[in-house]
């Protein structure tokens, strides 16, 4: 995933310096909260003929292997590039035409995609996502009423990011917008920024409802078509299909080593992250961005609607710590703000080895492509600045050097941290049960599966695809263990004890604001044959209630009562569905024979004695 990290970990995924908000695995790069400045000496810019030496200069800094660049003033590229390599262990090198994942620059193809929607009539911006898709509904039930296209595309609907739904699972996209009412938010609907995948990617799923054949056909005949993006696709997949692709690397955050790491396929929530392109074509894509939704003589999309896309939404708070660069604010699929005075519109794609960055200042008719095959590193920022320092006949700051005070000082930090040893955690503490006790399937509506595996010393948990290893923490609190899952280090998973005092739910706090995740235990049940010996009869005092085998259900019958189903919790021990607190338990006798049905009730424990079969 794009460098995901958890709301717990205050969302400093994709760069840690410069704290990401995570779209998990599609994130949004944002420069550090409210600070002052670092005084850094102004040196001379380099031109544009002198970022042959810059950027491999910036690429050697900061370790990342290829890099592929396209600079646009007035509908033309003036400047275009591939440096380093696409592949380091067979040493191929960056063309113009590498292909290279762009992450959730993709946003903005779903905005445009609606913008075109919305000039053909077939769709409004503001009318309720349920005219369209009648079945759309939310956890929220106002934001199930109210949520409109415009919501979907300007992250301001207060819903939680819920990474974990999409990634590494094998839901459909269908599945994943079905999926939306089980998740809480963790804002009020329409209270402020939110960063949101999975609302984009619904907002794409739309595009594909109202038109027929998908998004992915939709914008390939709407955008990709008559701007003659013919090597720009949806999926990682198809890109290893190619001759010319870049290879994804991470670079190791404590020995600062570069690795190369698996390719991951996203198309699932492809609307929000998943194109891949290069910069020749996103030198294209540019061009028609600043130039009033045009391909040539071709018009797109209206220049109102392409210019709704570059308006200001929705604030997305806080201010930079470098007063060059102005409020955030979050348009549709854009962010909005300035650079040293000037309109800036832009937006970042991190995904899975991978980081872009698309660059605009409109009022310049200016825009800077670059594409990185290394995420957490700040090069395309360092670079499109000094660009922009350039053609603004400004002095040049050095960004390069403020990002790695800003790396130091927080290292820093995170070490003296470390060396306080300040903690919550419970010392001597001990699980409450074997942890065999704790292995098995837990569900939620929302995420799906979790299953939790123990092997000896071996304690492990499997979320979708993802696996992790687990440690104790205190009690019955277990963690990720850093260094271990990138996706899951150092989350918390709390073991919950029903009424019986079996481990029967997890409780996971995977969204910050939201309530955790919980993920309750699935029944595991018995085949036929071994469901069988527990069907009879049973006197309880003057009451004879009964037992029968339905399929591979367990009915249990009580005189005036309605026939309750039984849930195998383990063993022969089962929950009464519907009654929280009632279970029952099967015992045998020394010969093996079910002979006794133990009802454990709120108010007491009772015997039922098996009655002799007729």
Known sequence: MAAFRRAQDVLIGMLRLLGFLRAGCLAILVLPAVGQSTATPHRQAPSLATLDQFIPAQMQKWKVPGLAIAVVQHQQVIYSHGFGLRDVRRNVPVTTKTLFAIGSITKSFTSVSIGILNDEGKLDWDKPVRQYIPEFQMYDPVASERMTPHDLISHRTGFASHDLVWYSSDFSREDLVRRLRFLQSNRDFRSGY???????????????????????????QYIYRPLQMTSSNFSVLDSQKTADFAHPYRKDEHTETVNEMPFYDIHKVGPAGSINSNVEEMARYAIFQLGDGKAGDQQIVSKSNLELTHTAQVPMGGQSEFKELGPRNYGMGWVVTSYRGHRMIWHNGGIDGFYALL??????DLAVVILTNLQDQPVPE??????YDHMLELDAIDWSGR???LESKQKAAEEEAKKTG?????SGTHPSHDLNDYTGRYENDGYGALTIQSAGDHFALTLNK???????YHYDVFEVPENTSWALEKTKLRFIANMDGDIGSIGIPLEAGAPEIIFTRTEQKLPHAALLPLAGEYALGATTVSVAIREEEVQLTVPGQPAYTLVRQKDLKFAIKGLSGFSVEFRKEASGQVNELVFFQPDGTFIAKRKPAQ
């Open 422 to 426: 300040v903690t919550n955690r419970k």
């Open 359 to 364: 660059s605009m200042l409109p009022d310049e």
């Open 466 to 472: 993802i696996s992790a290893p687990l440690q104790h």
């Open 382 to 387: 360092v670079v499109a600045y000094n660009i």
């Open 194 to 220: 939110n960063y949101n995948n999975m609302l984009v990617m619904t907002a794409g799923y739309l595009v594909g409802k109202i038109s027929g054949p998908g998004w992915e056909d939709f914008v390939k």
């Open 403 to 405: 990002f790695q005070q």
